[in-house]
């Protein structure tokens, strides 16, 4: 079955420092990737997206994600993290066709200074 | 910048009593989507729902739950009759294709049921 797993329930970092979220996915084929961000009393709102190519998509906010076949990994970064980059994240895969979106458990990213 | 709108924010329900959660996607999306999040747990899908009709729905969905578009911008979920275990934050999506492609998320309602 298709699953996408976030190892990591929470995360704190500093400000100013640098920040990787982990997100893994079992796909029978290449699935289309994504990483949302929820804020507070916020709907989620779309960091960045992988369908083909470039294995490095950058995203808004400063934020970027590479996908990892070998790994199967899909993980989440930014080199220097600001105060109001705490909130809640998820990353979501799907397939070709109209198929639902499979979420992740989310992390949540404390920021302190 | 368009988005998807979802009324109410909040809603409080007794047990047994019917809910009707609201949606407006962006005007020139064609794919409409209800997941659910209950407190601590991951975004569930629901239900697809493409050209006037349902596409997918998840095993959540039961016949207590149905969707509809009653008019050119509107798009619902009802939940008949309300359980505790219904309580959650509910969130309507809507994509321009089909949902691999980029899905924008309304605010989420949360549904409190007691």
């Known amino acids: 079955a298709q699953s996408v797993t976030q190892p990591d329930i929470h995360i704190t970092v500093s400000e100013g420092a640098s920040l990787e979220l982990r997100c893994n996915y079992s796909y029978g084929a290449t699935p289309y990737l994504f990483w949302y961000v929820q804020s507070p009393g916020q709907g989620l709102q779309l960091l960045l997206k992988y369908f083909s190519g470039d294995t490095l998509v950058q995203g808004i906010k400063g934020f970027e994600a590479e996908f990892k076949r070998s790994q199967s990994s899909f993980n989440l970064r930014k080199p220097s993290v600001h105060w109001s980059d705490a909130a809640e994240y998820f990353c979501a895969g799907g397939s070709s066709g109209n198929t639902p979106l499979v979420f992740g458990k989310g992390t949540r990213l404390s920021v302190i200074a | 910048e368009p988005e998807v709108t979802q009324t109410p924010s909040h809603q409080v329900t007794q047990m047994g009593q019917e809910v009707i959660l609201r949606c407006v996607p962006i005007?020139?999306?064609?794919?409409f989507y209800w997941y659910r999040q209950i407190l601590g747990q991951k975004v569930e899908f629901l239900v697809s729902f493409y050209n006037n009709e349902i596409s997918e729905k998840s095993e959540i969905f039961d016949d207590q739950f149905s969707v509809e578009r009653p008019d050119g911008s509107n798009f619902t979920l009802k939940i008949r009759s309300t359980k505790l275990e219904d309580s959650a934050m509910y969130f309507c999506?809507?994509?321009?294709?089909?949902?691999?492609?980029?899905?924008?998320f309304g605010q989420g309602t949360r549904l409190t049921v007691v």
């Open positions: 999506a809507s994509s321009r294709f089909a949902s691999n492609t980029e899905a924008f």
């Open positions: 005007s020139n999306h064609l794919y």
